[in-house]
């Protein structure tokens, strides 16, 4: 979940409440003593876009275990986004992540309304900046994934998405219509399918050691309450190495493939605040994608830290159709402040440039990977 991003000129104020809301309070021996307590972070703000206007916001996040969890195990979560704007735009989203039952079973994903503006630029890796048009969009979201411990570390189960796109405002001369791109309308993408996810990682929210591996297989067909029948097949995975106790590198693979008639909110992406910082999400999409990452991370100040990270990725229609010249590369930094003495929840800043001169800010909880 982000709280904010943005690819524009921009003034960001932010209000932060009292410390014990936000940091939980450094004087609080609880925090560091009661696995049971319950933590949480709020962080209001404002800020202006020139395609938003004026807008206002929260984000907050909250992290507890269940009384019949073992202390040690790893907790559960809440995260909460909420936006307006003047020009009456409007976000809502409530990403989630439940353990229960000695851990045995997950739960995690996200509810959300959208009623918001989003760049397009055509499909493909070489789609050029002149491209740039603005649509507008609502639609409600359902995602949520239901996994069974099977065995250490590795759990399986199913997942269910549902994106329901109702397409507001085009532009008349724009790629949207003139191409009458597959999805330009609008119309509802549920898939329902498998997931299989390995986490041997030594903490969920800022890990120094371990991998984690999640892989799904999601079918969208009218059966599971879509207007579009396609395949999306994933892979992500991580590697965490300790270097010193203060200093981790961190490193991500991400791989995407939808096959069939795929409308184009729903195809491989490009950019955002957890794949390839600087570019804006979405900048490049196609039907697949491949991406690494890289990120070195250093607390240096007791509950301040820095972070530096690189990636490379690509979008095409099929393999033979993949060009090494079209990779798209990115780098950039931040400042991570921890929110919790016992859980290892960053505020995170960062701001990510491309390789063709583009520049983005995020401001999120918690790691891109």
């Known amino acids: 979940m982000y709280i904010w991003t943005s690819m524009r000129k921009w003034i960001l104020l932010l209000f932060l409440l009292p410390l014990r809301a936000l940091a939980q309070a ?62 009456d735009q409007f976000l809502l989203y409530f990403p989630y992540r439940l353990f229960w039952n000695k851990s045995k079973y997950l739960t995690y994903g996200e509810l959300g309304y959208y009623k918001y503006v989003y760049f397009y630029y055509g499909i493909g890796g070489g789609a050029p900046n002149s491209n740039e048009e603005v649509y507008s969009v609502s639609f409600p979201r359902i995602r949520n994934s239901f996994l069974y411990q099977f065995f250490p570390d590795t759990y399986i189960g199913g997942r269910y998405w549902f994106d329901d796109f109702k397409i507001t405002k085009v532009d008349s001369a724009g790629l949207l219509v003139e191409q009458d791109v597959t999805g330009s309308r609008g119309g509802a993408a549920g898939g329902l399918g498998l997931v299989v996810n390995h986490d041997s990682r030594d903490d969920q929210f800022y890990p120094s050691r371990g991998t984690f591996i999640e892989g799904v297989v999601l079918p969208h067909t009218h059966f599971f309450g879509s207007d579009f029948s396609f395949l999306k097949i994933s892979l992500d995975a991580s590697r965490y190495y300790s270097l010193t106790g203060t200093q981790i590198l961190a490193l991500n693979f991400y791989g995407e493939s939808n096959l069939g008639k795929v409308p184009f909110y729903q195809m ?12 804006y999400e979405g900048r490049y999409r196609d039907n697949n994608s491949l991406i690494v990452q890289a990120e070195y991370r250093w607390r240096f100040y007791r509950r301040f830290g820095l972070a530096f990270f690189a990636g490379a990725g690509n979008v095409f229609s099929e393999p033979a159709t993949a060009k090494a010249g079209l990779t798209q590369y990115t780098y950039g930094g931040g400042l991570r402040f921890r929110l919790s003495k016992r859980e290892k929840v960053n505020l995170r800043l960062d701001v990510g440039f491309s390789s063709h001169g583009s520049v983005n800010y995020y401001l999120t909880f918690g790691e891109a990977f």
């Open 26 to 87: 450094d004087t609080s021996e609880a925090d560091s003593i009661d696995p049971y307590k319950l933590n949480y972070s709020i962080l209001p703000l404002v800020y202006y876009l020139p395609e938003t206007s004026v807008g206002f916001g929260v984000g907050g996040i909250v992290t507890f275990r269940f009384r019949t969890e073992e202390p040690d195990s790893r907790p559960s979560q809440f995260q909460l986004g909420a936006s307006y704007t003047l020009m």
């Open 268 to 279: 491989a992406l490009l950019g955002g605040n957890k794949r390839l910082r600087g570019l």
